[in-house]
């Protein structure tokens, strides 16, 4: 019995593979490609459509194709955790990725020839899955490779590029998608812009508050527990409770003092939002700076003292420069939270990409949802990379 065990047992290691994400991946891609719709087909934006195999929506040979990527992608999960087989995961990822949105575009159009002009063709479960897992297996294999900023900027410039040329040439035309975007291109533009400017408005005030009151909770330890109680249960406030409560004292203030009312504070609008969301950022922010200066070593401080530093110059000069990658986890925690807020604050009339959400939930119309929350979610997957990227440049800095 014992000999079978031992016979056995490497046999049954060598099925367990050195990667578990990229075969889990495949399988998962493979499951949703056989029976989801890549696309769905419907008269109009208000009908639910038809799915469409994928088979039937790109063909045998690419079908074929994106098979053999999987099982490829499926195979490395054995292979030996080198760095060369990582980079040649990424590839195979990004090149999948890449040809999978390519695909969809090309599908949509060749289904809309001869089809009525009301024809909603919308991008399926099929797509939505084959496209999360050829990101996570990209996104996978570079960790993996430790692939360096240059490498991860190029990987980001060079997908950026291929999309804005695809959406140039007219490849995404026939998406619904697409076609929400050329109906409300000037809304949308403005949409942007506005999401931009509520998230920074209220990230500006929320670190020149919070970051004071982190460095005061810990210069006084009597100061830090009311704090923290505070903010956490603001904290657990729901965002659209908190934005109505604002309804009221906004807009008696507004009508007490006509020069704030001239400034576009009120009840309902930008005002309230930004106020919430600055109440929301405080949290994150303040326990990140404590968490951050008091991670600072003491024998830093100390030496810093001992070569005659005064109090000023042992914070902005030590201190700082020590927590930096702290506050900057701070940072970009509270960038991305603030950015899907800020699709909330839509509802009190403050704009932003999150006018669409709303709208399109009205109307029951996904790809109107679709067209607000998508760059909304692009936005801060674009922060959480930049700041993430600045944190590991200046840990390399140092």
């Known amino acids: 019995m014992s000999s079978d065990v031992i016979v056995t047992a490497p046999s049954v290691a060598r099925l367990v593979p050195r990667n578990r994400v990229l075969p889990s991946l495949a399988v998962i891609a493979a499951v949703a490609a056989g029976t989801g719709g890549f696309l769905g087909m419907a008269p109009n934006r208000l009908v639910t459509g038809t799915p469409v195999p994928l088979r039937a929506a790109v063909g045998a040979p690419f079908t074929a194709a994106l098979a053999v ?8 999960g054995y292979a030996p955790a080198r760095r060369g087989m990582h ?22 159009a060749m289904l809309a020839i001869g089809a009525l002009p ?3 063709i919308s991008l399926g479960s099929a797509f939505w899955v084959a496209f999360a897992c050829s990101s996570l297996a990209l996104i996978d294999s570079l960790q993996r ?38 109906s409300r291109r000037d809304s949308f533009d403005a949409a942007v812009v506005r999401h931009i400017e509520l998230v920074a408005a209220a990230l500006l005030p929320a670190l020149v508050i919070g970051v004071p009151l982190g460095i005061a ?10 704090l923290f109680v505070i903010l956490n249960l603001l904290q657990t406030v729901p965002s659209i409770a908190l934005f109505g409560l604002l309804i009221a004292p906004l807009s008696g203030l507004a009508n007490a003092v006509p020069a704030l009312a001239a400034l576009g504070v009120g009840g309902v609008g930008p005002a309230p939002a930004i ?44 201190e700082v420069p020590l927590a930096l990658p702290v506050l900057l986890a701070g940072l970009r925690i509270v960038t991305v939270q603030t950015i899907g807020l800020t699709v909330v604050a839509a509802l009190i009339g403050a704009g932003g990409l999150g006018s669409f959400v709303f709208q399109g939930l009205g109307q029951y119309a996904t790809d109107l949802v679709l067209l607000g929350a998508l760059p909304a979610i692009a936005m801060a997957l674009a922060a959480d990379f930049l700041l993430r990227l600045a944190a590991r440049l200046r840990g390399l800095a140092r």
């Open 145 to 182: 490779a430790e692939a360096g900023p240059p490498v991860q900027l190029a990987v980001v410039a060079i997908a950026a590029a291929l999309f804005f040329v695809a959406a140039r040439a007219g490849v995404f035309d026939a998406l619904a998608l697409a076609r929400e975007y050329a």
């Open 69 to 76: 990527a999987a099982a490829l992608l499926f195979a490395l």
């Open 118 to 120: 009301a024809v909603d």
């Open 275 to 318: 106020i919430a969301l600055i109440v929301y950022a405080l949290l994150p922010i303040a326990r990140n700076t404590l968490a951050g200066i008091a991670g600072v070593p003491p024998g830093a401080i100390d030496a810093a003292y001992g070569m005659g530093m005064t109090k000023r110059q042992v914070f902005w000069q030590v």
């Open 87 to 108: 980079y040649l995961a990424a590839a195979i990822s990004g090149a999948t990725l890449a040809a999978v949105v390519a695909a969809a575009g090309s599908a949509a």
């Open 217 to 226: 909770a810990l210069r006084h330890q009597r100061f830090e527990t009311p």
